[in-house]
């Protein structure tokens, strides 16, 4: 499988690049219109675009159901460029950034990638994955003039390969984190000349909010014993990648792993922000959110993939965290805006 060249920029162009090679692997004719790629549906369903905010910033998003396998290379095509990637609701894909490797089962829906350019990463989907990204693409010159000079902690936690070449993996991300990106898509129901304000609002607040998570993090790591961490992260990692079995009993969670309860309840807490019954919460939810938008469950069964055997008590629990019901997060839709916004073939 040829892999897919994205080399992510502030003006777009990175969207022709992405449709020439869409349009080779479909022998079809798609094309860019209002900064917006629509999926040939052999290919996928779905769509990426570029929302240029100011001289210096841009907002990318990628939004796609795979119909295909398809292998993305990402990098940067200005040298003088930071950028903050959010994984917000992937599943069933492969990310790969330097010697990191994770998948998106599920239970690791959010992520953030702070990197400069000359950093690659890769992204792999199978048929029937789901990718859902977001790109914030700023300049030096536009960092330090409205964020100023942003400087990555000293700690294993990043990743240097040469002195050029640097960038932070964070995974996990925070419901704040999450609830700002989505106020993005809110922005296209204001004026049309009040939206720029409205964007670079989010971007500030959500830059903010990331930073100030992933210096937390490095305080918070810092007095935990590296061996116990790989020990506790590596034991949750398989639990939460089959979100359909109930959660066992912190006892034996902790028993399994050699721990007392107390011991593994404070660890826990230091490496997750919350304690255990509260992150499994979290992560069911974001599991069953990424399960609906994909259009191809209904609420009862992606009740049963996060192990509710009660859809009522699933549906409640959906709606205290996000505040809609979960059929309300289906995309009935979602074919007719993709069709109607289709390039000329």
């Not at 700690?155 to 419901?175: E, G, I, K």
Request: glycine share 4%.
């Amino acid at each position: 499988m040829k892999p897919i060249s994205l080399k992510i920029d502030q003006d777009g162009s990175w969207l022709s690049d992405l449709a020439d090679n869409v349009n080779e692997m479909s022998g079809l004719h798609y094309r860019v219109q209002n900064n917006r790629f629509v999926f040939p549906a052999s290919v996928a369903e779905g769509f990426a675009e570029v929302i240029p905010v100011e001289r210096g910033l841009s907002l990318c998003t990628l939004d796609l159901l795979t119909h295909t396998e398809l292998a993305l290379m990402i990098s940067s095509r200005n040298p003088d460029t930071v950028n903050f990637r959010y994984n917000l609701g992937s599943i069933n894909s492969e990310e790969a950034v330097g010697p990191e490797y994770f998948s998106t089962t599920g239970s690791n829906l959010r992520s953030l990638l702070v990197y400069k350019a000359g950093v690659t990463t890769w992204l792999s989907a199978r048929r029937g994955s789901y990718l859902n990204y977001l790109f914030v693409v700023m300049s030096d010159e536009w960092m330090r003039a409205n964020i100023g000079e942003m400087i990555m902690p000293d700690s294993a936690h990043l990743m240097r390969r040469n002195m050029h070449d640097h960038f932070y993996l964070y995974q996990d991300l925070d419901m704040p984190i999450y609830a700002t990106t989505r106020q993005i898509g809110d922005v296209r129901s204001i004026a049309w000349d009040c939206r720029a304000v409205a964007y670079k609002g989010i971007t500030l607040q959500l830059i903010s909010l990331s930073w100030s998570r992933i210096i937390s993090q490095f305080r918070d790591t810092g007095q935990i014993n590296i061996a116990d961490k790989e020990k506790m992260v590596t034991f949750m990692d398989r639990i939460f990648a089959d979100l359909s079995k109930p959660l066992p009993p912190v006892e034996k969670l902790a028993a399994t792993i050699f721990m007392s309860k107390s011991k593994f309840n404070q660890l826990f807490k230091k490496i997750y922000q919350k304690n255990v019954y509260e992150y499994y919460s979290e992560i069911r939810m974001h599991k069953a959110m990424a399960l609906l938008k994909t259009g191809r469950y209904s609420v009862a069964e992606v009740a049963h993939e996060i192990s509710y055997m009660n859809h009522g008590h699933f549906s409640r629990a959906f709606s205290k965290f996000y505040g809609m019901l979960p059929k309300d997060c289906i995309p009935k839709m979602r074919n007719f805006r993709i069709r109607r916004n289709v390039g000329t073939t």
